[in-house]
Antibody
Framework: QLQLQESGPGLVKPSETLSLTCTVS??????????WGWIRQPPGKGLEWIGS???????YYNPSLKSRVTISVDTSKNQFSLKLSSVTAADTAVYYC?????????????WGQGTLVTVSS | QSVLTQPPSASGTPGQRVTISCSGS????????VYWYQQLPGTAPKLLIY???QRPSGVPDRFSGSKSGTSASLAISGLRSEDEADYYC???????????FGTGTKVTVL
């Protein structure tokens, strides 16, 4: 059974860079042709897609976050990562990693449990 | 800011049928598949419907999806207490080259 697990600091200072990693188990990032994505949810609010990556490194980003986001993949560790720079309190949210189907336009069928990141000094 | 519009809330008594609407545009719902996600309190979203009306294995047939033009709907028949959750529609948007989610609908079982 495919499982995804987010990890990273739960507290980040304003203007710094938020860094999270998603570790995939029960399947290989590089052996299957799937896209892997990041989604966030501010407390009490709705879902926002951040971006997605293919195992080869091809990426798609939310235009509203594109200037601050970098998503990368490490097939040797079966992980993919999120970096969000110049964070503010508005970036406080639960961050989820998830797996798409075989194209980036498809559904997010598997989700991690999410990790809360608070931006505060 | 969400591109897909949903009613903020919906409710029904056990056994009733509840319908949630999702309104989009030609660049998202009008030209791509619609997905629905269920988010139980304190948990991660779960895929409920894919490709407009397909249910993943394990999702009860009480849940059904449909799409017409630039709008979509999720119906829950035989409403049960465990259906109390937030429901989100989603689709790929060709103009944004990205996924867009609906504003979310909180379903309450009275």
């Amino acid at each position: 059974q495919l499982q995804l697990q987010e990890s990273g600091p739960g507290l980040v200072k304003p203007s710094e860079t938020l860094s999270l990693t998603c570790t995939v188990s029960g399947g290989s990032i590089s052996s299957s042709s799937y896209y892997w994505g990041w989604i966030r949810q501010p407390p009490g609010k709705g879902l926002e897609w951040i971006g997605s990556i293919y195992y080869s490194g091809s990426t798609y980003y939310n235009p509203s976050l594109k200037s601050r986001v970098t998503i990368s993949v490490d097939t040797s560790k079966n992980q993919f990562s999120l970096k969000l720079s110049s964070v503010t309190a508005a970036d406080t949210a639960v961050y989820y990693c998830a797996r798409h189907g075989t194209t980036v336009t498809t559904e997010l069928g598997y989700w991690g449990q999410g990790t809360l990141v608070t931006v505060s000094s | 800011q969400s591109v897909l519009t949903q009613p903020p809330s919906a409710s029904g008594t056990p056994g009733q049928r509840v319908t949630i609407s999702c309104s989009g545009s030609s660049s998202n719902i009008g030209s791509n598949y619609v997905y629905w996600y269920q988010q139980l309190p304190g948990t991660a979203p779960k895929l409920l419907i894919y490709r407009n009306n397909q249910r993943p294995s394990g999702v009860p047939d009480r849940f059904s999806g449909s799409k017409s033009g630039t709008s979509a709907s999720l119906a829950i028949s035989g409403l049960r207490s465990e259906d109390e959750a937030d429901y989100y529609c989603a689709a790929w948007d060709d103009s944004l080259s990205g996924h867009v989610f609906g504003t979310g609908t909180k379903v309450t079982v009275l």
